[in-house]
């Protein structure tokens, strides 16, 4: 069980940000500085969240100024079932369909928001964007607190998410007084966001571990996937977050190869591989090889890569040059965060 009274170590050198249990007295600890306007950091089963009071627009504005996250990108809310979310937005017959298959767990639905969600909250939009997590930390909080809970991913604006409380710790563990420490992240990368606009085909805007198959089985309807947008200079047209060009990136530079390809890498550069083999690249001298997965089980690879890249990023490493994966629902969720994280500013 994690150590309540331990301290995060952020790169800074700092010594700020505790870290939390959910037990009982930890979690009336973090309930009542949420309800009070105050940032916590908190565990779900795809990434760990940066969360604010989502009804408090004045501490969902210190979520933005943390992060360096631009004003005009949304903000996934968390709630504990349809119940709670249906107080934030409107539901149609689609939408309870989806809550009552796929929640609590790793969907985020886009649906027309009610008058008490503040602005701020989703860029000014007339939409909001609702998960229920499954992360039993994150459900005891939910409950604990008794609001709802703005929290995009707590990590700057652009990196690497995390996927332990020893990644928010690093990145901002100087900036937030505490961090719900619920473990390792389950699946690893984020939430499947889908839109539900009244009189529309549903439409995937982020990929996750949730298929547009397993969407549209449950939906009983087809499930379209909006096409990504190139330029960061369409930020005012996002609708959801996660869909920039560039995001989830590492600072060292990063070059993606096809899958069982050789990468041109040379000393002092790292090769990551879906799976255990001995491809080291063609460059000539060899490179550092590294693997997310033994065997190449792509739900193995989607829990380990966002911890590999960042372990890979503060490693000193010229270049990173990333394998994708091979064609599956879960690959192609992979390889969309693979391309985001390589793509050149």
């Known amino acids: 069980m994690p150590d309540r009274n331990r301290q995060a170590t952020p790169a800074s050198g700092n ?3 505790s870290f939390c249990t959910d037990s009982p007295p930890d979690l ?3 309930a ?19 969360a604010a009071n989502a009804l408090d627009e004045a501490a969902c504005r210190r979520i933005f100024d943390v992060k360096g996250r631009p004003l005009l990108d949304p903000l996934i809310v968390h709630v504990p079932d349809h119940a709670a979310g249906e107080r934030l937005a409107r539901f149609d017959a689609r939408a309870l369909r989806l809550a009552a298959v796929f929640w609590p767990g790793p969907l985020t639905m886009v649906l027309p928001k009610r008058d ?14 609702l998960r229920s997590p499954a992360h039993p930390a994150a459900r005891r909080l939910l409950a604990a607190a008794g609001i709802p809970l703005a929290a995009p991913s707590a990590n700057p604006f652009g990196y690497i998410s995390p996927t332990t409380a020893q990644h928010v710790a690093e990145s901002l563990g100087d900036r937030i007084p505490f961090i719900l420490d619920g473990g390792p992240c389950s699946i690893g990368i984020e939430s499947t966001i889908i839109a ?5 085909t549903a439409r995937i805007l982020r990929p996750g571990s949730l298929s547009r198959n397993d969407l549209a089985k449950a939906l009983g309807e087809p499930v379209e996937e ?4 190139p330029s960061p200079a369409a930020m005012g047209a996002v609708e959801a977050p996660g869909m920039l060009a560039r995001h989830y990136s590492p ?18 550069e790292a090769v990551v591989l879906q799976r255990r083999a001995e491809r080291a690249g063609g460059g000539g001298d060899p490179a550092a090889v590294f693997w997310l997965s033994e065997s190449g089980d792509p739900a193995e690879v989607a829990r380990n890569l966002y911890a590999l890249l960042r372990r890979l990023d503060a490693g000193g490493f010229a270049r990173i040059h990333i394998e994708r994966a091979q064609p ?15 793509t050149a500013d």
């Open 116 to 129: 008490v969600v503040p602005a701020i909250v989703t860029a000014g939009k007339a939409t909001v964007a």
């Open 15 to 17: 010594r700020v940000a």
């Open 28 to 30: 009336a600890k973090l």
């Open 32 to 50: 009542a500085m949420l309800r009070a306007g105050g940032l916590v950091a908190i565990p779900t089963e795809t990434v760990y969240g940066l």
């Open 226 to 229: 909006a096409p990504p947008d």
């Open 251 to 268: 600072a060292t530079p990063a070059a993606l190869f096809d899958y069982g390809e050789v990468p041109a890498a040379h000393a002092g």
């Open 196 to 200: 539900l606009a009244p009189g529309r």
């Open 328 to 342: 599956s629902p879960l690959g192609d969720s992979i390889n969309d965060r693979l391309c985001r994280a390589a």
